[in-house]
């Protein structure tokens, strides 16, 4: 990782450094926004690598190829370039916000859809951002303020929006009586584990090489099979969990293939 970072700030060096104590042309023409979207790639990419502790203002800065100063004009404070990594990873093309992900599968109450699609989705993030997972744990590691803005703003809303959902279909008499958080800490630790052994410990897959898919297929039914009440009604069978956690074939397709 120590390469990495040094590979990094010997290109970034290498366009944009001052030659004869004069910005480089490229340095002088970048523009407010993207002078900003580049001090905070940079931030992150080093974070990552080197965790809070072990990177400094200045060493942004000299991979930017522009001076300390200039970082703190577009972050007057540490707390603004914490906040403002979270904000460009909320907007980022890899983002998503689960109440729209699942929106259409609590409308139906489907609880094989909801958990499913939940795990799918961050699973497909986890794999696109690599980077921001390795940030997260440094954070979480080093108990650095960021991993707390994380949690308040990401962390906490998740669980109170699916125990919401939890404990509406236990009023609906399709779950059985449980702490809703318990469900969802159980929901999540399975995503998590998974992204960290794909994305981190095991990168080749050589213990367990499932898709996305069928990891979140399977993730949902394990879970749907512990918490479902016996008299609640099964799926329509078209491929869905039943209340015990085994499939249910389409009847209508067996009778096409008779």
Not at 39 to 61: C, M, Y
Not at 147 to 158: G, I
């Amino acid at each position: 990782m120590r390469d990495s970072a040094l590979e990094l700030t010997f290109l970034s060096k290498l366009i944009n450094a001052p030659e004869n104590g004069t910005a480089s042309p490229v340095a002088s023409r970048m523009a407010g926004e993207e002078r900003r979207l580049q001090i905070l790639n940079l931030a992150v990419s080093l974070f990552s690598q080197k965790g809070f502790r072990g990177t400094t203002t200045k060493e942004i800065a000299q991979a930017a190829g522009i001076s300390e100063a200039m970082v703190f004009r577009h972050f007057a404070t540490k707390e603004e370039l914490y906040s403002a990594i979270l904000d460009h990873k909320a907007c980022s093309d890899s983002a998503f916000d689960p109440r729209e992900v699942i929106a259409d599968a609590i409308a139906r109450k489907d609880d094989q859809a909801v958990f499913e699609g939940l795990a799918f989705s961050a699973l497909e993030h986890h794999e696109c951002d690599t980077q921001f997972h390795r940030l997260l744990l440094h954070a979480a590691l080093e108990r650095h303020e960021l991993a707390d803005m994380f949690w308040e703003r990401n962390v906490r809303p998740l669980y109170d929006f699916l125990g919401d959902y939890i404990r509406q279909r236990q009023r609906d008499g399709a779950m059985i009586e449980i702490e809703p958080f318990v469900v969802v800490r159980a929901f999540v630790g399975m995503v998590i584990h998974h992204s960290l052994n794909n994305n981190l410990w095991d990168p080749k897959r050589g213990l367990l090489n499932i898709s996305n898919e069928e990891a979140a297929r399977s993730f949902a039914g394990f879970l749907l099979s512990g918490i479902i009440t016996r008299t609640a009604k099964p799926d329509d069978g078209n491929g869905r969990k039943s209340p015990n956690g085994r499939f249910i074939q389409d009847k209508s397709k067996n009778k096409a293939k008779r």
